[in-house]
Nanobody
Framework: VHLVESGGGLVQAGGSLRLSCAAS????????RGWFRQAPGKERVFVAA????????GYADSGKGRLTISKDNAKVTMYLEMNSLQPEHKAVYSC??????????????????WGQGAQSTVSS
């Protein structure tokens, strides 16, 4: 399974970006999916996750009210809508898949498949 992110780029402070994570491969993996971000010089941290089955979703405290994770199972694609972006949100955002399809996970070791990452930069 290959996960490919798209939608990153440069946005002004206060703006929005919508990231996509498309999966491809011979087998559709019905596992949980998540978003992580890694800022320059910092460790990778959890952003949000969503279950394959149902609508269970979860967010890091820092993103609640500002982020929306969603999915389209028919397209095997996950999305992350990011609003009110600020320069401190500059990071490489990576999508991941793993674990069971009815749960969500906040730890990166729970995920087995990773995308290459999408750079998102916010100018002040």
């Amino acid at each position: 399974v290959h996960l490919v992110e798209s939608g990153g780029g440069l946005v002004q402070a206060g703006g929005s970006l919508r990231l996509s994570c498309a999966a491809s491969g011979e087998t559709v993996r019905t596992y949980a999916r998540g978003w992580f971000r890694q800022a320059p010089g910092k460790e990778r941290v959890f952003v949000a996750a969503i279950a394959w089955f149902g609508t269970t979703a979860g967010y890091a405290d820092s993103g609640k009210g500002r982020l929306t994770i969603s999915k389209d199972n028919a397209k095997v694609t996950m999305y992350l809508e990011m609003n009110s972006l600020q320069p401190e949100h500059k990071a490489v955002y990576s999508c991941a898949g793993g674990g069971g399809g009815k749960k969500i996970y906040g730890m990166d070791e729970e995920y087995t498949d990773w995308g290459q990452g999408a750079q998102s930069t916010v100018s002040s």
